[in-house]
């Protein structure tokens, strides 16, 4: 199974979403997706589009410090595949509530308490 995940675009002025851009493409590791509930595949999407531990869509196991030492990307997820970089070559955001997960053709909104199927 894969979860494409879409962050919402909002209106600055009304914070109303106006539409939605496709980041990342999520590949669910067999023994979640055939053993697990669709919830736990949104979640496993979820927990992989979030800067926690580094960054989730700069695809590098390790980043270079200034002082020339390495911290390790505890986000990176070879499953992972970004699909909308940043112009100006930073990461993207974190999944956050009002984002749209994509499951099996079936569309879910990040709700304040796990997934709510889109209306």
Known sequence: MKITVEHANRDRQTGNVVNYTPVAEVKIPVEIS???????CLEYAYRWTNNIE???????????????????NGDYNN?????????DGLGQRSSMMGDRFIA????Y?????GFKKSV
């Open 54 to 72: 580094g960054s989730w869509s700069i695809k590098k196991t390790s980043f270079t410090l200034k002082d020339g030492n390495s911290i390790a």
């Open 34 to 40: 055939a053993f697990g509930t669709t919830n736990d």
């Open 109 to 113: 909104d990040c709700s304040p308490f």
């Open 79 to 87: 499953e992972v595949t970004v699909l909308k970089h940043r112009e």
């Open 104 to 107: 099996d053709g079936v569309s």
